[in-house]
């Protein structure tokens, strides 16, 4: 019978510490128009982010990328905690320029600001920005700069 007693309470224990945190993640583009255009950049930076924190042993649930200009932060708060969030990570990527559809130009960040926020009293918990000494060259690129940074931000 002790021994029952026993068994239960560690598989209980056991239990506890196996909760994974949840973390919503929301990936904003802030551009000069205020418009949504979907870069390349911004779907690696979404792909390295949800990777990384994957990789972290986080639950995630996210949105699609959506433009800065629109975004809603207690919105945003809501749907997390109708998923059962307990963070929600806004991701702003931030882009100088636009480039022209003839220019060779490839659209690339020039800020990221992580903004790790508790989705009950919307406090904000940890921010990060993240500016580039060099421009990225490729989306593998962009999406290894995301992981490193939101482990960054995480272990913090």
């Given amino acids: 019978m002790r021994r029952s007693i026993l068994m239960a309470f560690w598989l209980i224990l056991m ?13 904003l583009e ?17 792909s390295g982010v949800l990777d990384a924190l994957f990789d972290l042993g986080v639950i995630v649930s996210n949105t699609p990328v959506q433009g800065s200009a629109t975004f809603n932060r207690d919105e945003a708060r809501q ?5 059962g969030a307990d963070l929600l990570l806004i ?14 130009i490839r659209a690339v960040p020039s800020t990221v600001r992580f903004s790790l926020i508790a989705v009950d009293s919307g406090r904000l918990i940890k ?6 000494t060099k421009q990225s060259e490729t989306l593998d690129e962009d999406k290894e700069t995301a992981k490193k940074q939101t482990q960054l931000l995480y272990k913090k």
Avoid: M
């Avoid at 949504?36 to 979404?46: G, K, M, P, T, V």
């Avoid at 749907?79 to 998923?83: C, K, Q, S, V």
């Avoid at 921010?127 to 580039?132: D, G, H, S, V």
């Fill in 91 to 104: 991701v702003d990527v931030t882009y100088p320029i636009i480039p022209e559809e003839k220019s060779k």
């Fill in 127 to 132: 921010e990060l920005q993240y500016i580039p």
């Fill in 15 to 27: 239990g506890l510490e196996l909760q994974a945190e949840t973390i919503f993640v929301s990936l």
């Fill in 30 to 46: 802030t551009t000069p128009d205020k418009a949504l255009h979907n870069f390349e950049a911004s779907s690696a930076w979404e």
């Fill in 79 to 83: 749907i997390a905690r109708e998923g």
